[in-house]
T-cell receptor, first 112, second 118 residues
Framework: SQKIEQNSEALNIQEGKTATLTCNYT??????LQWYRQDPGRGPVFLLL?????KEKRKERLKVTFDTTLKQSLFHITASQPADSATYLC???????????FGTGTRLLVSP | GAVVSQHPSRVICKSGTSVKIECRSL??????MFWYRQFPKQSLMLMATSNEGSKATYEQGVEKDKFLINHASLTLSTLTVTSAHPEDSSFYICSASPRTSGAGNTIYFGEGSWLTVV
């Protein structure tokens, strides 16, 4: 079955460092991967989408890569800030381009 | 920008009763909306796809008679948890996309509704 997996352990980093989160997928080849931010008790907020023919996508301090050989997407936050502390979810879209399947999410904690 | 609103944000109900959660797209039309459930420290799990003017499509393992979905208009979908039990206590989230969207479209999520069944 199709699986999308993220490191369930929290990632603790110091303010100013680059945070790198990993998303791995197995048994399928998604055409798109999306990354979301979710704060406690809130709905997810869309951050970035990357297509399979794109190796990298950037938005301000955020960068996402998509390696179809490794079946992996990396999500980077440069110059991290305590306000970046949240859970980050990766998700893939089904062929209808609306139905999302989420990974388990990785909680990021940025210490001042 | 596009906004999806849920109501209520928190609800407490007694075991055996029913509770309705609303999901509205505020500035766009959505022929399809999605309902997710999220237990503490777990990811979002898709429950069902709500289709305007037709029956909802439920994911495997989700009881359609327990989780009633009505998508009566292009801006409103409702989820009714019938005969609620404590194990139904969870965070329920809806999502929607603008009607004209296609491949790679942005999906907007509501703020979620906390349901506690006592």
């Amino acid at each position: 079955s199709q699986k999308i997996e993220q490191n369930s352990e929290a990632l603790n980093i110091q303010e100013g460092k680059t945070a790198t989160l990993t998303c791995n997928y197995t048994n399928y080849s998604p055409a798109y991967l999306q990354w979301y931010r979710q704060d406690p008790g809130r709905g997810p907020v869309f951050l970035l989408l990357i297509r399979e023919n794109e190796k990298e996508k950037r938005k301000e301090r955020l960068k996402v890569t998509f390696d179809t050989t490794l079946k992996q997407s990396l999500f980077h936050i440069t110059a991290s800030q305590p306000a970046d502390s949240a859970t980050y979810l990766c998700a893939h879209m089904n062929t209808g381009f609306q139905k999302l399947v989420f990974g388990t999410g990785t909680r990021l904690l940025v210490s001042p | 920008g596009a906004v999806v609103s849920q109501h209520p944000s928190r609800v407490i109900c007694k075991s055996g009763t029913s509770v309705k959660i609303e999901c509205r797209s505020l500035d766009f039309q959505a022929t399809t909306m999605f309902w997710y459930r999220q237990f503490p420290k777990q990811s979002l799990m898709l429950m069902a796809t709500s289709n305007e003017g037709s029956k909802a499509t439920y994911e495997q393992g989700v009881e359609k008679d327990k989780f009633l979905i009505n998508h009566a208009s292009l801006t409103l979908s409702t989820l009714t948890v019938t005969s609620a039990h404590p194990e139904d206590s969870s965070f329920y989230i809806c999502s929607a996309s603008p009607r004209t969207s296609g491949a790679g479209n942005t999906i907007y999520f509501g703020e979620g509704s906390w349901l506690t069944v006592v």
